[in-house]
């Protein structure tokens, strides 16, 4: 069974950074493509990264030249590096494979 686990949240200010991890358990994770979303309070969750399996990306507009998603597959983990953070990218995150599978979120907030 496919556990994911996302990891790096925190509290950082306007401007500031944190990189985001998602942690698979099982096999043949380098052929998932991987998905980040958001959500925020009152908010219906949101796309905010794709990486495939190629490790070719796509991103919401409002995060484009901000966040960066990555991927080792020799550490069956996804990455997600957010630059130049915002308060309006506060938000539980999560990562999914796609395949029914979600990880237990982590909270990134945003305040100065």
């Known amino acids: 069974q496919v556990q994911l686990v996302e990891s790096g949240g925190g509290l950082v200010q306007p401007g500031g950074s944190l990189r985001l991890s998602c942690a698979a358990s099982?096999?043949?994770?380098?052929?998932?493509?991987m998905g980040w979303y958001r959500q925020a309070p009152g908010k219906q969750r949101e796309l905010v990264a794709v990486?495939?399996?190629?490790?070719?990306?796509n991103y919401a507009d409002s995060v484009k030249g901000r966040f960066t998603a990555s991927r080792d597959n020799a550490k069956n983990t996804v990455y997600l590096q957010m630059n130049s953070l915002k308060p309006e990218d506060t938000a539980v995150y999560y990562c999914?494979?796609?395949?029914?599978?979600w990880g237990q979120g982590t909270q990134v907030t945003v305040s100065s």
């Open positions: 099982g096999s043949i994770f380098s052929v998932y493509t």
């Open positions: 990486i495939t399996s190629g490790g070719s990306t």
């Open positions: 999914t494979n796609y395949r029914g599978n």
